[in-house]
């Protein structure tokens, strides 16, 4: 089992930043490839961006690419989000999540693939 609490959102100003956070609990953390997703109103929830268990590779949706980070400390059990020049249309729910599957190869992008959730931590870019 693996719980995830994310934080660190809020409300900016467009071109702002924001870091936010995902404290993981169990020992499972470091074995695992870690994701982002968020979900506007009225909208799907959509990948953002993902990073696989060592640390050593990443992937990211084209409308972030660029301004957004993907980081993990696996010896803190956290994951991290870097966004920087934000815009409106980055305002959505963010919610990180973990894949069910230890030492898995690769970043994968589909939200079906990932088993464990966070509640989600508000973010609001003002125009």
């Known amino acids: 089992q693996v719980q995830l609490v994310e934080s660190g959102g809020g409300l900016v100003q467009a071109g702002g930043s924001l870091r936010l956070s995902c404290a993981a609990s169990?020992?499972?953390?470091?074995?695992?490839?870690m994701g982002w997703f968020r979900q506007a109103p009225g909208k799907e929830r959509e990948f953002v961006a993902a990073?696989?268990?060592?640390?050593?590779?990443?992937d990211y949706t084209d409308s972030v690419k660029g301004r957004f980070t993907i980081s993990r400390d696996n010896a803190k059990n956290t994951l991290y989000l870097q966004m920087n020049s934000l815009k409106p249309e980055d305002t959505a729910v963010y919610y990180c999540?973990?894949?069910?599957?230890?030492?898995?190869?690769?970043?994968?992008?589909?939200?079906?693939?990932?088993?464990?959730w966070g509640q989600g931590t508000q973010v609001t870019v003002s125009s």
């Open positions: 990073i696989s268990w060592r640390g050593d590779s990443t």
């Open positions: 169990g020992r499972t953390f470091s074995s695992r490839v």
């Open positions: 999540a973990a894949l069910g599957t230890y030492y898995y190869t690769g970043v994968p992008n589909m939200r079906h693939e990932y088993r464990y």
